[in-house]
């Protein structure tokens, strides 16, 4: 039996990599996945892959950071289908820089994409799944969280913040039969590390005990059983997918 079946499923940043991963796995498992997607033409293509196999999707255009971009897409959503039963938090961007060269830009940018735009959504999302008694929000974090990284003060920064908002939320939408949980990925193989020189993936690789990075599917996998009623006690945690990095 299909574990997603009939759900509304909103995924941000579906267009590439951990988000269009999770959207091909949500609409084979029986979804009606919604890509809510920044790249026109990224989220029409992972529209089209889903669509090819028979299966149901539609690409919205949405920048998770702004407010009124945010309010259209849940209203767009809500009058289409009247519910919406999981949310993913994926949408994401790096701005990489050490504290001395990181300027206010780079800072604020990440920020609000990876975190206020995780606020936004999941606001309107969790106005819908009030009304329905029901739901399930899922946060992208990342391993960093936990321990930092070099270079990455903007983007630690909102990954750990996931993690506290997270947990907040799931006290205050628990009553309301809402779950929020988190997933950590570890080093994984996606558009976002491709221009990583051969050396330092090989670097990255060695670090994890699995000696080997992870793909996409990995943690669309880790989303998938979160959002179904497998998972239907699991509230307030955070999941890493990191092949052991953080032990």
Known sequence: M???????????GAGRGIGRATAIKFAREGAQVVIAEYDTGSGKATESEILRKGQSAEFIAVDVSDESSVNHLFDDIGN????????????GILQDSTLKKLE??????????NLRGVYLCTRRAGDLMREQGSGVILNASSVVAHYGNFGQTNYVAAKAGVIGMTKVWARELGKDG??????????????????????????????????????PEDIANAYCFLASDEARY???AVLNVDGGVVV
């Open 234 to 236: 699991i509230n307030g």
């Open 178 to 215: 809402i779950r929020v949980n988190a997933v950590a990925p570890g080093f994984i193989a996606t558009d976002m590390t491709a221009g990583i020189p051969e050396k330092i993936l090989t670097m990255m690789a060695e670090k994890v005990p699995l000696k080997r990075m992870g793909d």
């Open 80 to 91: 289409r289908y009247g519910r919406v039963d999981v949310l993913v938090n994926n949408a």
């Open 2 to 12: 299909k574990r997603l079946k009939n759900k509304i499923a909103v995924i941000t």
């Open 104 to 113: 206010p830009e780079q800072f604020d940018r990440v920020i609000s994409v």
